[in-house]
Nanobody, 123 residues
């Protein structure tokens, strides 16, 4: 059974950092691209960044460039999203999703996704 479980969200002050984890099971992580998305209340789901099977990072949101870093550990079946200099507009539910081989900016192109983890940036 394919599973992706996000963790690491929480409440953080503006300017702070978080590390989100996407723990996977039921498939060979090394054969899949993993994308991170987020959805704020009343807004559409937004593609942030994806890491390909060759460890290339594809950034889809300007807001993620320079602040977010994606890293995969195939041996541990985990993909991390490091987020720095967080801003109130980063408040959202963050999701990870898998796609065979290639990255895509669109959530609809992914095979499976987790339930999400809430990130709240507030003082």
């Amino acid at each position: 059974q394919v599973q992706l479980v996000e963790s690491g969200g929480g409440l953080v002050q503006p300017g702070g950092s978080l590390r989100l984890s996407c723990t996977t099971s039921g498939f060979t992580l090394g054969s899949y691209a993993i994308g991170w998305f987020r959805q704020a209340p009343g807004k559409e789901r937004e593609g942030l960044v994806c890491i390909s099977t060759s460890d290339s990072s594809m950034y889809y949101a300007d807001s993620a460039k320079g602040r977010f870093t994606i890293f995969r550990d195939n041996a541990k079946n985990v993909v991390y999203l490091y987020m720095n200099n967080l801003k109130p507009e980063d408040t959202a539910v963050y999701f990870c999703a898998n796609r065979y081989i290639d990255c895509s900016a669109y959530d609809r192109d992914y095979d499976s996704r987790g339930q999400g983890t809430q990130v709240t940036v507030s003082s």
